[in-house]
């Protein structure tokens, strides 16, 4: 499911039928609201469902999630989520 918001897709996002939460910009929306704002995003955006409409939307959707790479809220959320995962030392002073 893509977040209206970041543009994140995880099925993860919708774990209750009705409710939708992003993995990572947390944004807490009723799914069809979500799915509301998605589908205003691609009709403003040009998104048709014709002949090459899909590969042209996927072409949008590498390039928003680049362009979403290089922002400033993206680094900071990259940012929280690489503190977790390094390894913290037991003892920060030693043994001596």
Known sequence: MTCSSCSYVDEENRR???QF???????NLHA????????????????????????????????VSIANLSSARYRS?????AQLTRPKPLFSGGFG
């Open 16 to 18: 209750v039928r009705d």
């Open 21 to 27: 939460e992003c993995r990572v910009c947390r944004k």
């Open 32 to 63: 069809d609201v979500n799915a509301a704002r998605n589908l205003k995003e691609r009709f403003l955006a040009g998104w048709a469902v014709s002949r090459g409409g899909k590969e042209q939307a996927l072409r949008r959707q590498v390039n």
């Open 77 to 81: 959320l990259w940012s929280k989520g």
